[in-house]
């Protein structure tokens, strides 16, 4: 089959794979030399082939096993599905997506995801608002990797949805990632009473700086929650201007280590002036300065 399938990519010969090998009423094997190939092969002859493969032998099938009361018939299903998931799946993907195993779970979202559909991404963002470790991460990952569209309704999630979960999942997706257009919604965020909130908030304005940014994370250097200081110290590191040097140098006197950490770090980050200063402190600061100081100079 896979010399077959390769014969076929090679001399554009999509309609003879899908019309005469005898190999692709194996639906099982059929489906694990598609997933085999897409690991390797990414160009447009493949998509076209993979995509009338899965149409023609898979679909059928797995249309009927995505009811399946057997969770290895719904992963068939759910594979199969995801070679070339369309609006036309839409309604199967979205109830595949609520299934009770994650591998089934997982391989919906994905598939909603690349289809670019709206419902799917709204409630791919819910799961991942009900989610912690590895799932949350994983359903984080997958939006990211989704298209400039997709990512637009991220950031419509996070304008409008007034659900705190739902919110801050839009806002861990928003901070790791260069965003354009400006996001006003986040002068509300980083007064939250929710910490979470406020540390995402601030995370986000961190990869996103502009002129202002550095106020607001001189604003919530000392801010209560910890995790919310050490984002904004980290922030910094963007702007190389005299108040900004003069609050770290404070925090590197008289903070608690970590905190004094992160400002030894920011300051290394931001060239000569910076490390002047730790420099500076290393001479004349006390022994477990010292100690820091060096430290981050030499190793971090």
């Avoid at 979205?94 to 009770?100: G, R, T």
């Avoid at 598939?111 to 799917?120: F, H, K, T, V």
């Avoid at 919110?167 to 979470?196: G, K, N, Y």
């Avoid at 005299?242 to 925090?251: C, G, I, S, W, Y």
């Amino acid at each position: 089959m896979i010399a077959y399938l390769m014969h076929c990519i090679e001399h554009d010969m999509v309609s003879d794979a899908i019309m005469q090998y005898r190999g692709c009423r194996s639906l099982r094997r059929l489906l694990s030399v598609l997933e085999d190939f897409d690991k390797k092969l990414k160009g447009e002859e493949w998509l076209v082939l993979r995509a009338a493969l899965a149409r023609r032998y898979l679909f059928p099938k797995a249309k009927q096993l995505a009811y399946s009361i057997r969770w290895m018939q719904r992963n068939f299903a759910v594979r199969s599905l995801a070679m070339d998931p369309s609006e036309q799946e839409e309604k199967i993907l979205l109830k595949l997506l609520e299934d009770p195993v994650f591998l089934i779970q997982s391989k919906a979202a994905v598939a909603l995801i690349e289809s670019e559909s709206y419902l799917g991404v709204i409630k791919v963002i819910s799961k991942m608002s009900e989610s912690g470790g590895y799932r949350r991460c994983f359903y984080r990952d997958a939006l990211l990797r989704g298209s400039l569209r997709v990512f637009a309704w991220v950031i419509r999630v996070a304008m409008t949805d007034k659900d705190p979960k739902i919110h801050l999942a839009a806002l861990e997706i928003l901070s790791t990632r260069v965003i354009m257009d400006p996001l006003f919604f986040l002068q509300s965020d980083v007064i939250s009473p929710d910490p979470a909130v406020r540390t995402m908030a601030i995370r986000t304005y961190a990869t996103n700086p502009h002129y202002a940014s550095a106020d607001i994370f001189l604003e919530h250097i000392h801010d209560l929650e910890k995790e919310v200081r050490m984002e904004a110290i980290a922030g910094l590191y963007h702007f190389r201007e005299p108040k900004v040097f003069a609050a770290l140098k404070e925090l590197l006197i008289g903070s608690e280590p970590q905190i004094a950490f992160i400002a030894a770090k920011t300051l290394k980050k931001m060239g000569e002036q910076g490390v002047d200063l730790l420099r500076e402190r290393e001479l004349n600061g006390n022994q477990e300065s010292r100690l820091l100081t060096q430290y981050v100079l030499q190793f971090d």
